[in-house]
């Protein structure tokens, strides 16, 4: 994913309907994906990859609780 793009379109990339909506949700409540601060997440939301945000890339396996 390379710059901003709506859930929807997200969902219909990656074809899994209800299971992708949900992947995606978890992604945000992860930090993986970012949006706008005080907007209501819909199907029209607009995302952007973390690391699309930051000019360093970081390690997952660092970024996660033992």
């Given at each position: 994913m390379i710059g901003?793009?709506t859930?929807h379109d997200?969902?219909r990339?990656i074809?899994m309907?209800?299971r992708?909506?949900r992947a ?11 949006f ?8 029209s939301?607009?995302?952007t ?13 660092a970024?996660?609780?033992?």
């Open positions: 901003d793009r859930l997200l969902i990339s074809g309907d209800a992708g909506y995606l949700l978890r992604l945000i409540r992860n930090g993986r994906i970012r706008e601060p005080g907007r209501r997440i819909t199907p939301l607009l995302v990859r973390k690391e699309f945000l930051q000019s360093a890339p970081i390690s997952i396996a970024s996660r609780p033992l």
